[in-house]
């Protein structure tokens, strides 16, 4: 049992005590005092003592703490930040066979095999070249995704700057702030997914204003050590390589340029923002995920308890109802008698 005060301010509630303690002090002193003049008896004071105690303690609010349960939803949102820079075009990547594909396209099965990993969740899609862009905010259709993925392609060699790895920071900090705000209880996942082959002359930014907001996920990496040539992407042309599609140089030796997978640059780029990494191949998909970036963070339903306060006074009222009636009835009573 604890106390609330009914006026909502101790100082309020002492003085209001005070004043009814001290009434009936000065009723009780002036009854001994005249005890043989007066008509009251000791049960009447005796009763008119209860009702200043029951007065006092409803003024201090009794108070008792109830315990409950209930089942809360925990969501989660998860968000995929994908490279779609030339060198994603280069076929030199394998993803859960030993077939050759594109980079892009073993962006494409990863992402497929990720969003089968959070039934129920939200997933928001970020691409990044020359610049980035939330294609697809946060939602809980997946078939958005599957279309986005359906339609996702390179970007075309003449408006491309380079590889700029840290270029969706912002963008996904921004979205990523936006959910938090709406959703506070929410868990944040994201996957960057991209070769780690850094090739803008400006250099990388950190991606470690994302931890705030991330509570798992992995940087992916697509390609291979040994690398590939990039092609020249017109605008509009299918993102594969193929016999006889016209390469993009190297300025330095006037070859085509070799593209290679950078683990290094990704693992850093995963620490970063609080996640792991994981080089996709043949044999490694995102089934070798560790319990801690994905399967612990599925949508799941959790129980919570809850403390809550009841001011316990109504029977103190009955009581001083009771108390209040039998005074009225006894003054009635008198005052008929003595008429």
């Known amino acids: 049992m604890t106390f609330v005060p009914l006026l909502n301010n101790w100082a309020a509630a002492i003085v209001f005590d005070v004043v009814v303690l001290a009434a009936f002090c000065v009723g009780l002193f002036l009854f001994l005092r005249d005890h043989g003049r007066s008509d009251s008896t000791v049960l009447d004071w005796t009763r008119r003592g209860f009702i200043a105690l029951v007065l006092v303690v409803m003024s201090l609010g009794p108070t008792a703490t109830a315990t409950n349960s209930s089942q809360v939803v ?19 990547a394998t993803y859960g066979s030993p077939a050759k594909i594109t980079r892009l396209q073993a962006a494409k099965d990863a992402i497929n095999g990720i969003v089968s990993l959070y039934p129920g969740a939200s997933f928001a899609g970020v691409t990044f070249g020359a610049s980035a862009d939330l294609a697809v905010p946060p939602t809980p259709d997946t078939g958005a995704i599957h279309d986005w993925l359906d339609g996702l392609q390179v970007e075309p060699t003449a408006v491309s ?8 920071v912002n963008t996904l900090l921004l979205a990523m702030q936006k959910v938090h705000q709406e959703h506070p209880n929410n868990t944040i996942v994201l ?49 594969s390589a193929q016999d006889g599609d016209e390469w993009i140089d190297d300025p330095k030796t006037h070859q085509p340029a070799i593209s290679k997978e950078d683990p290094k640059n990704l693992q ?30 599925l949508v799941e339903q959790t129980r919570r308890k809850h403390s809550q306060r009841d001011i316990t006074v109504w ?13 009225l009835g006894i ?9």
């Open 74 to 92: 925990t969501g989660t949102d998860v968000f995929f930040a994908v490279d779609i820079t030339g060198s994603m075009a280069v076929d030199d």
């Open 161 to 168: 700057n380079g590889t700029q790895l840290s270029e969706p």
């Open 331 to 339: 003054d009635f009573y008198r005052q008929r008698r003595f008429q």
């Open 268 to 297: 850093q780029i995963g620490e970063q923002f609080g996640g792991t990494s994981l080089m996709l191949d043949a044999t490694s998909t995102v089934s070798k995920l560790t319990p801690d970036t994905s399967h612990s963070y």
């Open 191 to 239: 996957y960057f997914i991209s070769d780690g082959d850094q090739t803008s002359a400006v250099p990388q930014a950190s991606f470690s204003p994302l931890r705030q907001f991330v509570d798992a996920g992995a940087a992916l990496g697509v390609g291979s050590a040994a690398g590939g040539k990039v092609p020249y992407i017109a605008a509009g042309a299918v993102t």
């Open 315 to 327: 029977p103190y009222a009955m009581a001083l109802s009771l108390l209040c009636l039998w005074e």
